[in-house]
Nanobody, 125 residues
Framework: QVQLVESGGRMVQAGGSLRLSCAASGRTFSSYAMGWFRQAPGKEREFVTTITWSGGSTYYADSVKGRFTISRDNAKNTVYLQMNRLKPEDTAVYYC??????????????????WGQGTQVTVSS
């Protein structure tokens, strides 16, 4: 089992940048694929990006492609989400999640067994 704790969310102006972190407990972090999802008020949780266990493959939602970058440091049991050129529509609670299928690119919430508590990102116009 793994526990996930996100941090780094805050209010930022449109066009600004933020880096979110997700710290994981447990010795098996390096075997998990990791994902970031977000949920805006009144909307369903949506896929943002994912990275395989080795960091060799990543995948992004069209809405963030070219602006967001996912990375991981397995030595630190941490996954990051660098968010640039933020827009008001990026406002949401951001969640990190872990999938035991470490080598697969997965975009569905049901494929992720472990979730963090979320961190709020608010982008003002």
């Amino acid at each position: 089992q793994v526990q996930l704790v996100e941090s780094g969310g805050r209010m930022v102006q449109a066009g600004g940048s933020l880096r979110l972190s997700c710290a994981a407990s447990g010795r098996t972090f390096s075997s998990y694929a990791m994902g970031w999802f977000r949920q805006a008020p009144g909307k369903e949780r949506e896929f943002v990006t994912t990275i395989t266990w080795s960091g060799g493959s990543t995948y992004y939602a069209d809405s963030v492609k070219g602006r967001f970058t996912i990375s991981r440091d397995n030595a630190k049991n941490t996954v990051y989400l660098q968010m640039n050129r933020l827009k008001p529509e990026d406002t949401a609670v951001y969640y990190c999640a872990a999938s035991t299928r470490g080598s697969l690119i997965q975009t569905m919430t049901s494929r992720y067994a472990y979730w963090g508590q979320g961190t709020q990102v608010t982008v003002s116009s």
